[in-house]
């Protein structure tokens, strides 16, 4: 399979959607933080390996926590990812925290105080 091919675009959405179910329903480990989302998957093209973004709404203890908790219940996420997907090969699992969604949040916070501040300087001119 081709890294540019619609098939491989595909199934790293399809492995994405399954891991977040997975994630949210069956894992019942207390130190993996309810606020745990499944940012993107990559897939190798030959299904061995997958990278799993994950992003955590949370400190970074609790960002810290959730990596450990789901490293330790890869080998169960992984199985129930074989039984709900039909793959050649079920891809090893390796989750790395994504602090994308947490940066976009702090910026959109960011450019709304400049924004009100510039009025509010308008206002004072005038």
């Known amino acids: 399979m081709k890294k540019n091919s ?3 675009s595909r199934m790293n959405g399809e492995v994405q959607r399954e891991l977040s179910k997975i994630i949210a329903q069956d894992i019942k480990d207390p130190r993996i ?3 745990t989302s499944v940012v ?3 897939v190798t ?3 061995k390996y997958a990278k799993v973004f994950v ?3 949370g400190t970074e203890e609790e960002k810290e926590n959730t990596r450990i908790g789901l490293k330790s219940a890869a080998s169960h996420i992984r199985s129930c990812l074989a ?3 039909n793959l050649r090969n079920t891809p090893e699992l390796t989750f790395i925290i994504d602090d994308s969604i947490e940066y976009g949040v702090t910026m959109s916070k960011r450019i709304d105080e400049v ?3 510039d009025a509010e300087e308008g206002k004072n001119e005038e």
Do not use: G, N
Request: aromatic letters at 4%; glycine letters at 0%; hydrophobic letters at 30%.
């Open 33 to 35: 933080h309810p606020m």
């Open 55 to 57: 992003s955590v709404l």
């Open 83 to 85: 039984k709900s997907l």
């Open 40 to 42: 993107s998957t990559e």
């Open 115 to 117: 924004t009100r501040h």
């Open 6 to 8: 619609i098939k491989y």
């Open 45 to 47: 093209p030959d299904l």
